[in-house]
């Protein structure tokens, strides 16, 4: 399977298992909802231009909007994700990693440690930019906390159980054509 229908297609799976499963969750203890679509965006290959990676960052959050009904609230934060994710993966990949080349980040590619961090890292960015924007105030500080937390703690266990079902091999760049 290439890799452009295998992105289409998990560019679909993740906004309908978004839209028609997790969405469909009661928040948990008022402020607890479970996100899990935005690791689209993480997934996608090293070799993705920094412009186009933009742009589906940009449309993959907005497909999200048309679904729930809330113009820019998830369009912004993976927006937000697609722009820092080419400097992060700079800082965190190993020289080692860079020269064997892998396609895409995952647990083999990365390794554990930065893998984790990576998938972390941007979870939070991405809870913590989505409640920023949902919420629009500073009212009570420990309420916005808590909910960042409380989803960043629930997203990132849903990454966790969706890495083990959907274990991805390791696949290597070639020169070849």
């Known amino acids: 399977m290439s890799n452009h229908l295998k992105n289409i297609i998990r560019f679909l799976l ?16 008022q402020f ?4 899990l679509y935005f690791l689209f965006l993480l997934w ?5 231009p920094r412009l186009f990676l933009l742009g589906i960052g940009f449309v ?9 009904g809330t113009p820019g609230l998830h369009a912004a934060p993976c927006t937000l ?3 820092v994710r080419p400097f992060v993966l700079n800082i965190l990949i190993p020289k080692e990693t860079a020269e064997i080349g ?3 980040p995952s647990l083999k590619s990365m390794g554990f440690a930065p ?4 998938i972390s890292l941007f979870t939070f960015i991405h809870h913590g930019y989505l409640v920023l924007i949902e919420w629009m105030q500073f009212g009570d500080i420990l309420f916005f906390l808590g909910k960042v937390m409380g989803t960043t703690a629930v997203s990132l266990l ?12 390791g696949k290597f760049r070639t020169n070849a054509a």
């Open 14 to 29: 993740f906004i309908l298992v978004q839209v028609f499963v997790l969405n469909k969750v009661p928040p948990l203890h």
């Open 32 to 35: 607890i909802v479970p996100y």
């Open 44 to 48: 996608l290959p090293f070799s993705t």
């Open 60 to 68: 993959f959050g907005l497909s999200l909007d048309f679904f729930t």
């Open 81 to 83: 994700i697609a722009y």
């Open 102 to 104: 892998y396609t895409e």
């Open 115 to 118: 893998y984790a961090l990576y």
């Open 158 to 169: 849903l990454i966790a159980v969706t890495e083990m079902l959907l274990f991805r091999k």
